[in-house]
C-alpha cells in the first residue's frame, strides 16, 4: 500500500478525521490509518451511549474523501519514510501526522491483571467504543458498578451506568470530584447531582485491591480495609498521551510527543496533533485544543507559506450530565425544594483556574433554591478562571474574555459579568 508519498495520518480520533476533512476541503489528499472498527466517532459523546441516550451511528464524525484504512501501524521508518502496520502492509509519506490519542491510564491494583495480562471479567477501562458497548452489555438494572476515578470520565461513566438502573459507587481518590475543572462549591454540586441519582460518592477513598473468581471480578477492596462486592468495575483514572511509535522512532517526547508552533515534531517531516501532542509544556487531553490544531495543521499543509501558527487553546470544559437517559427537549423542569438541584441535568461549564489566589477579585452568585452557581475569577483585570452550574447564560461571554485574556475594560463592575450574555 502505497499512499503517493502524500499526507499520512495515524488515528482516526477527533484531531486525525478533522485534519483529513480540512485537507480535503483545501486539495490536499490525506490517508487516514486507524485501528479502531468502529467508523470514526467522537469519543466525547461516548457517555451518551453507555448512557443509552444515543445509538452509537449517532455519535460519527462527519466523513472524509476517503473512508480511513483500519490497519494498527507498529512502527516507523524515518530514514525510508515509510510506517509498518500489524499486517505486514507500509505506507510511504511525504508527510506523516501523529494523531495518536491517549491511552487510559490503569491504576496500580492488586489483581487487576492475570497471568495473561489481560484485565478480568467485568473491569473495563472507558475510552473507546468496545470499552462503551463492552459495559452496556455487561450492565444490567441491579448490576452493582464501582467507577475509580472522580475526574470528568469517572463522574460521567457512574451518571450513564446509574441511568442504565445500576446501582453506582463511586471512589475518588482525592478530596472532592473532578478537582482539576471545578471549586469546592461547584463540585458539591456535581456530587449532589449523583447522589440524587442513586450514586453513593466516596472521596478521599482508595481502592488497592481487586479480587476475583473464576476470571470475573467480584469485589474491590479499599485501602481501609472495607470489601465492595460488585459486578462491574469501570477504571476512569485518566489518560496518557499514545507516545510509543513516536518514542521507538526516536522523536523527542516528554509527557507527550514535543512540537513546536507548527505542530512539527523533533523531525520536520512529521507532525502530531490532538491528545498525544506536548505544546509549549501543555498537554490538552481535551476535544477542543485538537481540533484547533487539526484546522492550523490543515492551513499549514495546504500552503507552507502560511503564516498562522498554533500559540495554544484556552480551552472551555462543557458538560451537560443527565441523568435519566431523555434527550434534552424532555428533561423535567427544575424541581424548586428549597436545597435543590436540578435533579434529572446538571449543565455546567468550567474555564481555567476556578480556584482563588490571595489578591484575586472573585464574583460570586449562589441560588441554593434554583441550585445555580456562578464563579469568575479575575486576577490582574484578566479573566483567569470561572464556572457556572445550572445557568449558562453568560458563557459565551465569559468565554471570550477568557479567551481574549485582554485587560478587562474600565468601568463596569465585576458583577457585570455574571450578569451580562453579551448577547450571545
Ligand atoms: C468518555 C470520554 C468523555 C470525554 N469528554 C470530554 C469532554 O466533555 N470535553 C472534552 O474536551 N474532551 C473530552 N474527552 C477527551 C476527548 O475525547 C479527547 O481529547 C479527544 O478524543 C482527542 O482526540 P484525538 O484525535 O487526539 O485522540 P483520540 O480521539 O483518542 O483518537 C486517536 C485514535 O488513534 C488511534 N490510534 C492510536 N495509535 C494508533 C496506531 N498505532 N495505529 C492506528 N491507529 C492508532 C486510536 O485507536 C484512536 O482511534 C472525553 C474522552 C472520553 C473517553
Given at each position: 500500500?502505497?499512499?503517493?508519498?502524500?499526507?499520512?495520518?495515524?488515528?482516526?480520533g477527533?484531531?486525525?478525521?478533522?485534519?483529513?476533512r480540512?485537507?480535503?476541503?483545501?486539495?490536499?489528499?490525506?490517508?487516514?490509518?486507524?485501528?479502531?472498527?468502529?467508523?470514526?466517532?467522537?469519543?466525547?459523546?461516548?457517555?451518551?451511549?453507555?448512557a443509552?441516550?444515543?445509538?452509537?451511528?449517532?455519535?460519527?464524525?462527519?466523513?472524509?474523501a476517503?473512508?480511513?484504512?483500519?490497519?494498527?501501524?507498529?512502527?516507523?521508518d524515518?530514514?525510508?519514510?515509510?510506517?509498518?502496520?500489524?499486517?505486514g502492509?507500509e505506507?510511504?509519506?511525504?508527510?506523516?501526522?501523529?494523531?495518536?490519542g491517549?491511552n487510559?491510564?490503569?491504576?496500580?491494583?492488586?489483581?487487576?491483571?492475570?497471568?495473561?495480562h489481560?484485565?478480568?471479567?467485568?473491569v473495563?477501562?472507558?475510552?473507546?467504543?468496545?470499552?462503551?458497548?463492552?459495559?452496556?452489555?455487561?450492565?444490567?438494572?441491579?448490576?452493582r458498578?464501582?467507577?475509580?476515578?472522580?475526574?470528568?470520565?469517572?463522574?460521567?461513566?457512574?451518571?450513564?451506568?446509574?441511568?442504565?438502573?445500576?446501582?453506582?459507587?463511586?471512589?475518588?481518590?482525592?478530596e472532592?470530584?473532578?478537582?482539576?475543572?471545578?471549586?469546592?462549591?461547584?463540585?458539591?454540586?456535581?456530587?449532589?447531582?449523583?447522589?440524587?441519582?442513586?450514586?453513593?460518592?466516596?472521596?478521599?477513598?482508595?481502592?488497592?485491591?481487586?479480587?476475583?473468581?473464576?476470571?470475573?471480578?467480584?469485589?474491590?477492596?479499599?485501602?481501609?480495609?472495607?470489601?465492595?462486592?460488585?459486578?462491574?468495575?469501570?477504571?476512569?483514572?485518566?489518560?496518557?498521551?499514545?507516545?510509543?511509535?513516536?518514542?521507538?522512532?526516536?522523536?523527542?517526547?516528554?509527557?507527550?510527543?514535543?512540537?513546536?508552533?507548527?505542530?512539527?515534531?523533533?523531525?520536520?517531516?512529521?507532525?502530531?496533533?490532538?491528545?498525544?501532542?506536548?505544546?509549549?509544556?501543555?498537554?490538552?487531553?481535551?476535544?477542543?485544543?485538537a481540533?484547533?490544531?487539526?484546522?492550523?495543521?490543515?492551513?499549514?499543509?495546504?500552503?507552507?507559506?502560511?503564516?498562522?501558527?498554533?500559540?495554544g487553546?484556552?480551552?472551555?470544559?462543557?458538560?451537560t450530565l443527565?441523568?435519566?437517559?431523555?434527550?434534552?427537549?424532555?428533561?423535567?423542569?427544575?424541581?424548586?425544594?428549597t436545597?435543590?438541584?436540578?435533579?434529572?441535568?446538571?449543565?455546567?461549564?468550567?474555564?481555567?483556574?476556578?480556584?482563588?489566589?490571595?489578591?484575586?477579585?472573585?464574583?460570586?452568585?449562589?441560588?441554593?433554591?434554583?441550585?445555580?452557581?456562578?464563579?469568575?475569577?479575575?486576577?490582574?483585570?484578566?479573566?483567569?478562571?470561572?464556572?457556572?452550574?445550572?445557568?449558562?447564560?453568560?458563557?459565551?461571554?465569559?468565554?471570550?474574555?477568557?479567551?481574549?485574556?485582554?485587560?478587562?475594560?474600565?468601568?463596569?463592575?465585576?458583577?457585570?459579568?455574571?450578569?451580562?450574555?453579551?448577547g450571545?
Amino acid at each position: 500500500m502505497t499512499s503517493d508519498a502524500g499526507v499520512v495520518v495515524i488515528g482516526a480520533g477527533i484531531a486525525g478525521v478533522a485534519l483529513a476533512r480540512r485537507l480535503g476541503e483545501l486539495g490536499v489528499p490525506a490517508l487516514v490509518v486507524g485501528e479502531e472498527e468502529h467508523p470514526p466517532y467522537n469519543r466525547v459523546l461516548l457517555a451518551e451511549v453507555l448512557a443509552g441516550r444515543y445509538a452509537p451511528e449517532v455519535i460519527a464524525l462527519p466523513g472524509t474523501a476517503t473512508a480511513p484504512v483500519r490497519a494498527r501501524v507498529t512502527g516507523i521508518d524515518r530514514a525510508a519514510r515509510r510506517v509498518r502496520c500489524a499486517d505486514g502492509t507500509e505506507i510511504g509519506y511525504g508527510t506523516l501526522v501523529l494523531a495518536t490519542g491517549s491511552n487510559p491510564v490503569l491504576p496500580p491494583l492488586r489483581g487487576l491483571f492475570g497471568a495473561d495480562h489481560r484485565l478480568p471479567e467485568g473491569v473495563h477501562a472507558f475510552r473507546t467504543m468496545d470499552d462503551c458497548l463492552g459495559l452496556a452489555r455487561a450492565v444490567r438494572p441491579g448490576a452493582r458498578a464501582v467507577v475509580v476515578g472522580g475526574g470528568l470520565l469517572g463522574v460521567s461513566a457512574a451518571r450513564a451506568l446509574a441511568a442504565r438502573g445500576a446501582r453506582v459507587v463511586l471512589a475518588q481518590q482525592s478530596e472532592r470530584l473532578m478537582e482539576r475543572q471545578l471549586d469546592p462549591v461547584s463540585s458539591g454540586l456535581v456530587r449532589r447531582h449523583l447522589t440524587g441519582l442513586g450514586v453513593e460518592v466516596h472521596t478521599e477513598t482508595r481502592v488497592r485491591d481487586v479480587r476475583c473468581a473464576g476470571g470475573a471480578v467480584r469485589s474491590v477492596e479499599l485501602a481501609d480495609g472495607y470489601r465492595l462486592d460488585t459486578d462491574l468495575v469501570v477504571l476512569a483514572c485518566g489518560v496518557r498521551p499514545r507516545t510509543g511509535l513516536a518514542e521507538e522512532a526516536g522523536l523527542a517526547v516528554r509527557t507527550g510527543i514535543l512540537v513546536d508552533d507548527e505542530l512539527r515534531t523533533s523531525d520536520p517531516y512529521i507532525r502530531a496533533i490532538g491528545d498525544c501532542a506536548e505544546h509549549d509544556g501543555t498537554v490538552y487531553g481535551l476535544a477542543a485544543p485538537a481540533l484547533e490544531q487539526a484546522a492550523v495543521l490543515a492551513t499549514l499543509l495546504a500552503d507552507g507559506d502560511a503564516a498562522v501558527r498554533y500559540t495554544g487553546t484556552r480551552a472551555l470544559t462543557r458538560l451537560t450530565l443527565t441523568g435519566d437517559g431523555l434527550p434534552d427537549a424532555d428533561v423535567p423542569p427544575a424541581d424548586t425544594g428549597t436545597d435543590a438541584i436540578p435533579r434529572g441535568f446538571l449543565d455546567l461549564a468550567a474555564f481555567g483556574d476556578p480556584e482563588t489566589r490571595p489578591g484575586d477579585d472573585v464574583v460570586q452568585l449562589a441560588d441554593a433554591t434554583r441550585g445555580t452557581y456562578r464563579k469568575v475569577v479575575v486576577r490582574e483585570d484578566r479573566v483567569v478562571g470561572g464556572v457556572l452550574v445550572g445557568e449558562l447564560g453568560t458563557v459565551g461571554a465569559l468565554a471570550r474574555a477568557w479567551e481574549a485574556a485582554e485587560p478587562l475594560p474600565d468601568g463596569g463592575p465585576l458583577l457585570h459579568l455574571l450578569t451580562n450574555d453579551g448577547g450571545s
